[in-house]
Structures are given as structure tokens and as C-alpha cells.
């Protein structure tokens, strides 16, 4: 596809001067891409066979800091080196950025030995290798869902994220004439997307003023979630180039419905063989789509974190905005948090609607492997299909409330500490427990609001 880059294509750009910059980025815990930008000529001479980078970058908040309680990253340990050794399958050109290619890396130890169990692209090709192993490969997507401001980032953070103009003004869900009036900066993204080996199948406005979705092929599990950080990546600096900001923020206003990452995921066979799909069972749905759902249903409380790591996600799960509040399936049906879709069809496949557009798309979908995984080893039986308002239904099982809840269920899940490794689930509960003491000792606005002369 157009963006691709052999390392003798990029060699070739080299010397024609058509590429001179290659960033090696590996991706962190928050789904970004952290890593260095290369005179192309020392990539191409000893760069492409591995770099070096801080521990730290797998041991950090959202604001970088050197977070203690790692037993993998600490002061006592120095924080020395991982290396970054290039997965030249991922090598790319940028469209957007002049003369630049971009390669992701692999996470291992300092002496490139062997691969960091809690890197994000480690855990997920953990979870592909057992799929391997029954003879499956997932195939998934990841619908992106973030709000577009007119001002630009600079402009943003002067005003403290507060009164930012939405591009749109008012709700411009599926409204042609009106997202019209923000294809300067969509179709921007569509093509230069498309030009960077993310194959795009369109844009569309979203549920509220200024909130934009883009869609991706269908693609296997490590290739999608590569192309949804390379994605989020993309759309930033695209944006930030014509004078605009964006954020994937869960939960960016309170009266506006959030912004998700649904994610979509089917199994296939070695030969393509569609494994969610039997034509004679109900709905189309195979014993094995069955025990996988099931799987997803059992453990929905234990992979929440990954599909909502911070504290604003949960403010996401409102009522009668779409995000789903309770962990049930259905068969069509927006309330439900696993909705099956493309019933009766080879088609067929879950939609996952709990996870919001801050997640890491390497963690989410290995965590949702491991759980469906589970599901499949034990046979377990799925519950009927949910039919009616699930919001209402307080009897439903519910999506955990809080980050506090959901890092507890996480600590607890023996199916996790099974599928990814203890030190896997101890580093991310660690993460999980940090951001929920940060939020905790921080004055909000809310604080202020509400009590400064009432009090």
C-alpha cells in the first residue's frame, strides 16, 4: 500500500534526498509514540538495527514524571537503558512531515537480549502467539472518536483547556454540508493517513459539536493497534500544522457525550476461515464466537483499566450518551457495552463499546484477547442477548464506576495474572493507583466552583 518502505525502498529515498529524517519511536504505556528522529543516512548505516532509550519511558505518567513504586524503573536501579531495536514490517513514509519516515520499535532489555514483558507491543504479541497456538489470529478495528478545536494548541493551554471554540457549532453527526466546513483539516487526515500505510475508509461528524470519528481498515491485532498510535499521532500533528487542536480526551466537557475507541475483533483460521461464523447456529454466532464473548462478559470488570485507564474515563459512562454503563451483549443495540454485529453473516464479530479514545490500543486488545481466550478454554456459556435500555436496568452487570474499582479488579483477576504475568498486572496496577493518587490530592475546578464562597 502507498507508505509502505522496504529498507532498500528507504534507501533508495536517501539517496535521492527524498527522505532524510527517520524517527524510531517505540510505544509507551499511554499509546505514544516516544523515540528519536535520525539523519536518515545513520539510520540506514547502523540506526535500523536497534537504538537505545531511558527505562523510564515504560515507567511514566502522562506528564512524564519519574513515577515511584516501579519494580522495573526506579532511582535505586538508575534508570538505565531498554534498547529499541526497529520492526522494519512497520517502517513508513510520513506524509505529513517533510522528507520523514517513521519506523516503531520492539522494547528489550540493555543488552537486546530479550523483550520487555510490560512494553505494550510485547503483551499484545504475547496474547497473538497463544491465539497461534489454537490456530487463530485475530482481526480487528478500532473506531476513533476526538474533538477538533479552531484554536491551536499554544492558544489552548493559555487558556487553561477552558472555552475552546468547536469547530462545528452544533451537532454535526453524519451532516455532510457542515463537516464540509472542517475538510481542511479531515481531509487532511484521510489522505495523509492513507499515505502513511493506515488505510482509511472515511470520516464522519460525531455525536456532538466539533467531535470527529475516522475509520481504518480491518487489520490483524499488532498491525491495527500499531496503526491506532501511529494514528492518534497523526491527527495531532495534522491538526497542530493548520492551526488547530485536538483532543482524545475520554470525557473532554460534561454536558457532551465522550469521545471512544470501539473496538471490533473476530477470529480467522491459518486459512482465512471466518472461526466467529456457523450458518446454521442462531445468529450466525459459532460455539467458539460464543465462549470468547462469554469470556469478554466474565471478565469485563478485570480488562475495564485497559479499555479506561485514567480518571476521566469513567466520567465517559453517562446515561443516554451513548457509552455504555453496563456489561451485557446485544445483538444491535447502543446500550449494551459488547454489541454483536454483522450477524448471519461470515461477517459477524463483537464490537467492544466500553473503551474511549484514551486507551492503548496494544493493551485493549490484548487484554480483550486474554479474557475471550478464557472463555474459549473453559467453555464457558454465554447469557441471552440483552434486549431493551440496558441504563435502566439496575439489575445488569455494570461497567466499574471508577479507576479505584477498576485497578482493584485488575489486581485481583487470576485470569490476568495467568495471560500477561504477574509483573505484567503489578506494573499497570501501579499505573492505575499513581493517577488515581494524583486526581485525588489536585484541586479542581469543581472544588473551587462549588465551595469557594459557599463553604
Known amino acids: 500500500m502507498a507508505g509502505a518502505l522496504t529498507l532498500e525502498d528507504l534507501k533508495e529515498s536517501v539517496a535521492t534526498g527524498d527522505i532524510d529524517t527517520v524517527i524510531a519511536a517505540q510505544v509507551d504505556m499511554q499509546g505514544r509514540l516516544m523515540g528519536k528522529r535520525f539523519q536518515a543516512e545513520f539510520f540506514l548505516d547502523s540506526a535500523w538495527a536497534e537504538t537505545h532509550g531511558c527505562n523510564y519511558l515504560l515507567a511514566t505518567d502522562l506528564e512524564m514524571s519519574t513515577v515511584p513504586g516501579y519494580a522495573a524503573s526506579s532511582w535505586a536501579a538508575g534508570y538505565g537503558d531498554y534498547t529499541m531495536r526497529p520492526d522494519l514490517s512497520t517502517l513508513r513514509r510520513i506524509p505529513w512531515l517533510p522528507g520523514t519516515a517513521l519506523c516503531l520499535c520492539d ?8 523483550e520487555i514483558a510490560h512494553a505494550p507491543r510485547t503483551i499484545l504479541k504475547g496474547q497473538i502467539a497463544r491465539l497461534a497456538a489454537l490456530g487463530a489470529q485475530a482481526m480487528t478495528a478500532t473506531e476513533l472518536e476526538f474533538y477538533l478545536f479552531r484554536e491551536t494548541y499554544e492558544e489552548a493551554r493559555a487558556r487553561g483547556y477552558r472555552g475552546l471554540t468547536p469547530v462545528a457549532g452544533f451537532n454535526a453527526d453524519y451532516a455532510i454540508q457542515l463537516t464540509s466546513r472542517e475538510e481542511d483539516v479531515m481531509r487532511a487526515v484521510r489522505t495523509g493517513l492513507n499515505g502513511a500505510d493506515i488505510p482509511v475508509e472515511g470520516s464522519k461528524g460525531e455525536a456532538n459539536a466539533g467531535q470527529e470519528e475516522i475509520n481504518v481498515r480491518y487489520a490483524g491485532a499488532l498491525l491495527m493497534a500499531d496503526r491506532h498510535a501511529i494514528m492518534k499521532n497523526g491527527v495531532k500533528e495534522i491538526a497542530h500544522a493548520r492551526g488547530r487542536s485536538v483532543t482524545f480526551l475520554a470525557k473532554p466537557a460534561t454536558q457532551d457525550a465522550g469521545s471512544s475507541a470501539h473496538v471490533h475483533l473476530s477470529l480467522r483460521g ?32 478485570a480488562i475495564t483499566y485497559f479499555l479506561a485507564p485514567y480518571v476521566n474515563s469513567y466520567k465517559r459512562f453517562t446515561t443516554g450518551l451513548f457509552a455504555p454503563t453496563k456489561t451485557v451483549w446485544s445483538l444491535d443495540n447502543r446500550t449494551a457495552g459488547f454489541r454483536v454485529v454483522g450477524d448471519g453473516t461470515p ?5 467492544c463499546r466500553i473503551g474511549g479514545a484514551d486507551l492503548n490500543a496494544h493493551l485493549a486488545l490484548a487484554a480483550l484477547i486474554a479474557a475471550g481466550l478464557d472463555g474459549v478454554a473453559r467453555g464457558l456459556a454465554l447469557p441471552p442477548a440483552y434486549g431493551g435500555d440496558a441504563y435502566g436496568d439496575a439489575d445488569a452487570p455494570e461497567v466499574p464506576k471508577d479507576l479505584r474499582a477498576a485497578a482493584d479488579a485488575l489486581d485481583a483477576s487470576a485470569m490476568l495474572r495467568a495471560g500477561l504475568g504477574d509483573a505484567v498486572v503489578d506494573h499497570y496496577v501501579r499505573a492505575a493507583r499513581w493517577e488515581q493518587s494524583e486526581c485525588d490530592r489536585a484541586v479542581t475546578d469543581w472544588d473551587l466552583a462549588r465551595g469557594f464562597e459557599r463553604i
Request: cysteine-free; aromatic content about 4%; proline content about 7%.
Open 270 to 301: 491459518p486459512d482465512g476461515a471466518a472461526l466467529f461464523h456457523d450458518p446454521a447456529a442462531p445468529h450466525g454466532m459459532s460455539a467458539m464466537m460464543r465462549a470468547f464473548l462469554a469470556g469478554l462478559i466474565a471478565h469485563a470488570d
Open 347 to 351: 461477517a459477524v464479530r463483537i464490537e
Open 107 to 114: 522494547t528489550l532489555d540493555h543488552h537486546g537480549q530479550a
